[in-house]
């Protein structure tokens, strides 16, 4: 990880703040049940790159591609439609 030891800590703190976010903040932007998020990522669905006991943290752009993912699906099979 060579690579990111020149990387100035305040620059990895703000990529952090902005585009990392833990399993609670993903439940909100996927809209999905706590359960749901886990079997995604046990299913290997949803990939966290870090997870820590109960907390997982996602990649951003990860989760807006499940969205639209998800998106697609609820148009094609939702009930409601």
Do not use: H, Q
């Amino acid at each position: 990880m060579k690579e990111f030891e020149n990387i100035k800590c305040e620059t990895k703190r703000e990529f952090i703040r902005r585009f990392v976010y833990t399993s609670a903040e993903a439940l909100e932007i996927l809209e999905i049940s706590r359960a749901r998020l886990s079997r995604m990522i046990k299913d290997g669905k949803l990939i966290p790159v870090k997870k820590s006991g109960a907390t997982s943290l996602f990649l951003l752009n990860d989760l807006l591609e499940k969205k639209r993912e998800l998106i697609k699906l609820r148009k094609k099979y939702g009930p409601w439609e």
